[in-house]
């Protein structure tokens, strides 16, 4: 009876050492900008009971890139916490979550900058 039970516990232990098992919840995802070649679109998830993930990745058809991660907490996540304005290819999302400026640029060119101003 004692080896059975090894038997049966070696397994669950293995399981439960496993990452892929921690899988955040998804929220939601939404598309920031869309043209021709690509789409900009964020993803949000819950990680925690008051802890969030949001990934921003460039789309082209089935192939995708992502262009940053960050985490936020459940006051900065119910607040409004993305202004998002578009000028030709150039993508601006204002957050008060960075406090400097960080420029990034896609494969097709456009320039997505994310600041605090």
């Known amino acids: 009876m004692k080896k059975h039970f090894y038997i049966f516990l070696l397994p669950v232990l293995f399981l439960q050492n496993c990452s892929f098992l921690e899988q955040s919840d998804f929220i939601e995802t939404k ?31 089935s192939d995708s890139t992502k262009l940053f991660e960050h985490y936020i907490n459940d006051a900065l996540f119910t607040s409004n916490t993305y202004t998002i304005s578009e ?31």
């Open 31 to 61: 598309i920031i900008s869309s043209d021709l070649n690509e789409k900009i679109i964020y993803k949000f998830y819950q990680t925690g009971i008051d802890d969030y993930k949001v990934d921003f990745y460039s789309v082209n058809h």
């Open 87 to 117: 000028h030709q290819d150039e993508l601006i999302i204002k957050t008060k979550l960075f406090s400097d400026v960080k420029k990034l640029v896609t494969r097709h060119g456009k320039s997505i900058i994310l600041t605090n101003r």
